[in-house]
């Protein structure tokens, strides 16, 4: 326990014991002002260090949030231990030992019966609240961790995204000076062109490289320049054709993929007049597919696949909807998903948060819910107790709420701690883990 709990101890202590001798003592004097508030101080310090070292303990050896059924059933096993020996323990020293109003047989006799079971329900209603206290407290701590290492993972994710994109500036910039520098020889003039048209998709790529997302009709737009500057290279060599809906021009894609995919299409496969590379780019269903005649050039090392391999992890830090890749001995395809808005690394990671809040807010309700009852038992309970023992001492008919509601409480406990509709959760959830395996 804390300093601070130790100050709380007393001050409540102190109040309970001025409310005593000013509501209950009928000789006001320094002596019995002195006794009740030793006796206020017996109670709280011995039941409140008691529950608090018990409940220190168990956080320690059981965390709330790793072994929530395991604490549950513990704690309420420990708290009415712990409670029945305090309780019995402050009332022998209370009645026997400083005030000898009883002897210890008399006491063991049940002398002081009623006032034990009432001390006990009211220092197990203190202890359901210091352990329903400390709860809370786990899981706003969990909470806050949840929310740092979602941020964590966003943070990872937005300069994991810009990594991918930093791939392209000199991997493009590294393969137009090569076409440049062959073009000044074989065509001067060509070469002005060449110069003008990679002027614009380095502008292209200078503008985009900072977006997650851009719309189909932009990129369009810089494929044609690009498919240009091929032109300008291949000539006869390679044809391009692009069919691509007009409603699907303000769908969104990820930048540059059009232009990695041209040049993977370049790349891999032979062009000649005689057999030139067709390339089409055109739009099917929700995809924009870019395919090509399949032409294999014959390379003296297998290729790395980074292009793509960049294509479908930017994808996959943005979407769920996969890349296909298609090959045939005929043609070779690539679909890329259009999205309808654009999505963000940010907002995935807002959506994460949220579910993890709103699993929290429906784990707090239920706890609260439980707690709120067990609060009630404790407190309705003790109330008919002293009612049924005060007007009538032949019939005892407390037993059958207190059996009843507590058999109602201990159900509840057990639905909101794990043994009800979450254990089902987790058997369904192994289930399919092995049938996944």
Excluded at 4 to 32: A, M, R
Excluded at 50 to 63: A, E
Excluded at 159 to 186: C, G, T, W, Y
Aim: with cysteine; glycine share 4%.
């Amino acid at each position: 326990m804390k300093r601070k709990d130790f100050i709380i101890l007393f001050w409540v202590s102190l109040g309970i014991g001025i409310f005593q001798f000013l509501v209950f003592i009928e000789h006001k004097t320094i002596k019995t002002f002195v006794l009740s508030i030793l006796i206020s101080s017996l109670y709280t310090f011995f039941i409140g260090v008691g529950n608090g070292f018990i409940n220190d303990y168990l956080n320690k050896k059981m965390p709330w949030i790793e072994v929530t059924r395991k604490r549950a059933i513990t704690s309420v096993v420990a708290i009415l231990i712990v409670n029945f020996v305090l309780v019995y323990l402050c009332n022998y020293i209370n009645f026997v030992v400083i005030q000898k109003d009883g002897t210890l047989e008399e006491f063991l006799a049940g002398k002081y019966n009623f006032s034990n079971w009432f001390m006990i329900n009211l220092a197990l209603l203190i202890s359901a609240f210091l352990h329903a206290k400390s709860f809370m407290e786990e899981l706003k701590k969990a909470n806050k961790k949840e929310v740092v290492e979602q941020k964590l993972i966003a943070k990872s994710a937005n300069a994991q995204f810009e990594s991918l994109k930093n791939q392209l500036d000199p991997h493009f910039l590294f393969n137009s000076l090569n076409v440049l520098s062959s073009l000044i020889d074989e065509n001067p003039g060509q070469a002005q062109k060449f110069t003008a048209s990679m002027s614009k998709i380095y502008r292209y790529v200078l503008e985009q490289k900072d977006k997650e997302m851009v719309t189909v009709e932009d990129e369009i737009e810089f494929a044609k320049i690009y498919c240009d500057l091929l032109k300008t290279r291949f000539e006869d060599s390679v044809d391009f054709e692009f069919n691509v809906r007009k409603e699907d021009m303000r769908k969104f894609v990820v930048p540059l993929s059009l232009q990695l995919l041209l040049e993977n299409s370049i790349k891999h496969n032979f062009a000649t007049s005689s057999k030139p590379l067709l390339i089409k780019v055109f739009s099917e269903n929700d995809t924009l597919c870019i395919e090509n005649n399949l032409q294999v050039r014959e390379q003296l090392k297998e290729s790395a696949g980074i292009g793509l391999a960049n294509i479908v992890q930017r994808y996959s830090l943005l979407t769920k909807k996969n890349v296909f890749i298609e090959k045939s001995e005929d043609y070779f395809k690539v679909r890329l998903p259009m999205l309808n808005d654009r999505p963000t690394v940010e907002k995935v990671s807002e959506k994460n948060d949220d579910k993890a809040y709103q699993r929290a807010k429906k784990r707090v309700k239920e706890i609260k819910g439980f707690y709120g009852n067990f609060t009630s038992y404790c407190i309705i309970i003790p109330f008919l107790i002293f009612i049924n023992l005060y007007t009538q001492n032949r019939y005892h008919w407390f037993w059958w709420p207190l059996l009843g509601w507590g058999v109602g409480v201990a159900s509840h406990a057990f639905q909101v701690f794990g043994i009800g509709t979450s254990w089902q959760e987790k058997k369904i959830q192994e289930i399919m883990d092995k049938q996944k395996k």
